[in-house]
C-alpha cells in the first residue's frame, strides 16, 4: 500500500525559509516520479515542482527560484525547501507520487499524501 505523510508546514513571516518533507512507503523514490502540489483556500491545486525518477527537477514559474525539490532515494524521502516566502504561498501543500511522466498536471499522479499547511503573513 502507497502512502505519503507530509510534515514541516508552518506558520512563517514574509521572506521567511520552510523545508516540506514527505515520506513515501510503499513505493521507491528512485522508480516513481515525486511532486509538489498546493491548494489555497477557493483555488485548484496547482503543481509546484517535480522531480524525475533520475533527480531532475522541474519548477512551476512562480517558483522563480526560491524553492528547491530533492530526494533522499535512501531515505524514500521527498523535499521542498522554500526560501523567500511570499503571502500568496499560503496553502495547503501536498506531495504525489506516479509514474507515467514528470508533469505539474494533478490528474496524472496516482498517490496523494494529505497535506501540511504552510501559513505566510505579514
Known sequence: QVQLVESGGDSVQVGGSLRLSCAAS???SSDYI???FR???GNGR?????ISKRG???YA????GRFTVSKDN???ILYLQMNNLKLEDTAMYYCAGGD?????????????GRGTQVTVSS
Open 26 to 28: 510503499g513505493i521507491s
Open 46 to 50: 496547482e503543481g509546484v515542482a517535480t
Open 100 to 112: 507515467s511522466s514528470a508533469t505539474l498536471t494533478p490528474s496524472r499522479y496516482p498517490h496523494w
Open 74 to 76: 535512501a531515505k524514500n
Open 61 to 64: 514559474a512562480f517558483v522563480k
Open 56 to 58: 531532475i527537477p522541474t
Open 34 to 36: 515525486l511532486a509538489w
Open 39 to 41: 491548494q489555497a483556500p
